[in-house]
């Protein structure tokens, strides 16, 4: 596929959802068109907004890493990331699961630490990189959203920044940066959109006709889990099949995505799958067993040929076959 040059001089915007091991689905797709482009990503947008593990893959897209790599890590390393067993089910095993973070994070992150320094160098800095990239955090101690690139950061290095992208509560240890503890995030933002959006049109000062975004989720279009016995639910209820963080993720996804669709119009393409019933009760945010790999693997080249075959997204994404 080649570029085609365009008289609008469009600025095309990538934005990565958050969704932990989920995450495989979206690196995929971009796997697959970095190699129908046959260039880096990096060489294709002029701004990239990520969320949670969407903020991982923003800067090592950035950073120039081939997204076949990043799809190896996950594959590869994400069971020591994470966890390889089967998610849990009943009330027993969920509550034995839950008991594992109970006073401490789940995950103590120092091999996904690892992996990122691997990826991207341990003392890469934000203004090293040469394209923009605008991060979602939260500060602990106030609840206060944190919008970090090299604007704000410049001398952040990207292990730092994207450590503190990941650390959803409960799951992986929050990060100090400028001396506060940040977590991700996907507490307000999961679907980094309309971050993207306003970091473009406020910052940037690019007109939304000119902005062609391509914002890719997690295989989490919709949360689809079975209707509760009760609506009187307590913790169990809400953390059995992670209720909860689900529930959270996909209202933040339809919000932001229709909004954003709203703004941009036929400038915005939304890419992502629905987990069906079944699909749902494998594949957990935290959980690397071979039947997630097999299932978001599948997903994700579903939808990339999807992309690639449709004469929309072609002409949204400046590319021919």
């Known amino acids: 596929m080649n570029v085609q040059p365009s008289p609008l001089s469009p600025f ?11 995450g ?14 046959g260039a ?49 089910r009943g009330r027993v095993s969920v509550a034995r699961d839950a008991l594992r973070y109970l006073r401490a994070a789940k995950y103590d992150g120092l091999h996904l630490r690892h992996v990122i320094e691997r990826l991207t160098g341990a003392e890469t800095r934000l203004s090293d990189l040469p394209v923009p990239v605008i991060v979602p955090t939260v500060r602990v101690r106030d609840g206060a959203p944190v919008l970090i690139g090299a604007h704000s950061h410049p001398d952040l290095r990207l292990v730092d920044l994207a450590m503190a992208a990941a650390a959803a509560p409960m799951m992986l240890p929050a990060v100090r940066i400028d001396g506060a503890l940040h977590a991700d995030g996907a507490i307000f933002s999961n679907v980094p959109d309309l971050i993207a959006l306003h970091e473009a049109e406020c910052r940037l000062g690019v007109a939304p006709e000119r902005m062609r975004m391509l914002s890719i989720g997690t295989a989490s279009a919709g949360v ?6 009760s609506g009187n639910m307590g913790i169990l209820g809400w953390v059995q099949g992670q209720r909860i963080w689900k529930t959270v993720l996909a209202s933040q996804s339809q919000m932001a995505t229709q ?24 594949v957990w945010l935290d959980v690397a067993s071979p039947m997630a790999v097999s299932i978001l693997s599948r997903l994700g080249h579903e939808a990339s040929r999807k992309i690639l075959s449709d004469s929309a997204a072609q002409a949204l994404l400046g590319v021919s076959a």
């Open 24 to 37: 495989l689905f979206s690196a995929i797709v971009l796997r697959d068109l970095e190699q129908a482009l």
């Open 40 to 88: 880096p990503l990096r060489e294709r947008f002029d701004l990239i907004a990520g969320t949670s593990v969407g903020g991982v893959m923003a800067l090592a897209i950035a950073a120039g890493v081939p997204m076949a790599e990043v799809v190896g890590i996950y594959t590869q390393d994400g069971p020591r990331i994470f966890s390889s067993r089967p998610a849990p």
């Open 259 to 282: 909004l954003t669709a709203d703004r941009l119009g036929a400038g915005y393409l939304r890419v992502d799958a629905p987990l069906s019933a079944p699909e749902a009760e494998e």
């Open 224 to 229: 689809n889990l079975p209707e509760p016995a």
């Open 12 to 22: 095309r915007i990538l934005s990565l959802s958050g969704g932990g091991f989920q």
